[in-house]
């Protein structure tokens, strides 16, 4: 099969040649695997490994987000990063500031400064889809994937307000939550409309869940940001595309919920956290849902051996890609604690089982 039919074959729950393969990273891995590997782009890294999805979105010519004088970097909605280093060669993009720590009255949010539409360059994507065509295509991470409560609420808000003000300022988490629809809206019906149809997946990644249960109650969650995912949800499959939905942690309370949301794929399967277990979920939501992820990363991936990484894989698929409606991953970024040797032991491992 080629890339895109055999994801779409999976999607549908018949089983494919071999299951579809996922890939991601964070670039410290992206740069070791290039030099151990002998190859020269992430193009090159995604044909080696045989992965069979790529990645497009529009091009960001809005006014500049880092400033090299400082490090310090800035998103889309205005939240400044800067670089901390958690070992001598990796490290993560930490909050320096919740710009909207101290707002209380949705009119303040009129002072606030939103993205706009004229900062994104959407004429590119037509060349993207056509580069890719033999495979199938999703919204690449960041601004083209958004998030809703995560990123922006919680990163504008600091989280613990967010929270609060979910529950004790309703007025004010609501309105935010139009403000961010009044650009998400426009802004995914022109990335997807200017792909000309050709984006088989749009992915909103929002984390719901912690290592033991969800950060919410489900009875909260429909309440405060259901809505906002369906109105997202809604423009992509306008647009022919599945909704692929990320959340780390514990959620399978909430995965009735993101099924009536219209979530076509839910990633990653974190298998460490509680009720998270996939044969399980597989038996009770795999008529309904098609999984992706699913292969440990807080244990096996950087701790086992590469037999041990093979053996793992080869039972995730005998749980979950039997009858297809699964795809292969790590459960988050490959993370740079994790051996070259067992990243390419999984991929071989889900491309001979059978």
Not at 2 to 7: D, F, M, N, P, W
Not at 69 to 95: L, P, Q
Not at 146 to 159: A, E, K, N, T, V
Not at 225 to 230: A, C, E, N, S, V
Request: charged fraction near 25%; hydrophobic fraction near 40%.
């Amino acid at each position: 099969m080629k890339h895109r039919q055999r994801v779409l074959t999976a999607l549908n729950h018949e089983r494919p040649d071999r299951v579809p393969l996922f890939y991601r990273d964070v670039p410290e891995v992206e740069a070791r695997l290039l030099k151990d590997l002998n190859l020269n782009s992430r193009d090159d890294l995604l044909t080696y490994l045989d992965i069979d999805f790529r990645w497009v979105g529009p091009e960001y010519i809005g006014p500049p987000l880092d400033d090299t004088t400082t490090g310090i970097r800035k998103d889309i909605w205005g939240v400044e990063y800067k670089y901390v280093n958690f070992s001598d060669e990796a490290g993560y993009w930490e909050i320096q500031n919740n710009p909207l720590a101290n707002c209380t009255d949705p009119v303040q949010l009129d002072d606030y400064t939103w993205p706009q539409m004229e900062w994104f360059e959407f004429s590119t994507l037509p060349t993207q889809v056509a580069k890719y065509d033999d495979y199938a295509i999703m919204t690449l991470p960041s601004f083209s994937s958004p998030s809703l409560l995560q990123s922006p609420i919680q990163s504008l808000l600091g989280d613990e307000k967010a929270f609060m003000d979910m529950v004790l300022n309703p007025e004010l988490f609501e309105a935010l939550v139009q403000r961010i629809l009044k650009f998400q809206i426009p802004f995914i019906d022109k990335m997807l409309g200017s792909a000309n149809g050709r984006i088989d997946f749009f992915r909103i990644g929002d984390d719901f869940g912690t290592q033991r249960n969800l950060l919410m109650s489900p009875d909260q969650w429909k309440t405060s940001i259901q809505p906002g995912l369906k109105a997202m949800a809604d423009v992509a499959k306008q647009h022919g595309a599945y909704y692929y939905h990320h959340s780390c942690g514990a959620v399978r309370k909430l995965i009735p919920g993101l099924i009536e949301t219209g979530v076509d794929v839910l990633d990653p399967i974190q298998v460490k956290a509680a009720e998270m277990v996939p044969a399980e979920l597989k038996a009770e939501f795999g008529d309904k849902l098609c999984f992706s992820g699913g292969v440990d990363e807080q244990d096996l991936l950087p701790n086992g051996t590469t037999a041990q990484v093979a053996r793992g894989v080869n039972e995730l698929l005998d749980d979950m890609a039997f009858n297809g409606g699964f795809f292969l991953g790590p459960t988050h970024n490959f993370q740079d604690d994790i051996p070259t040797d067992n990243i390419l032991a999984m991929y071989e491992a889900a491309k001979n089982w059978s």
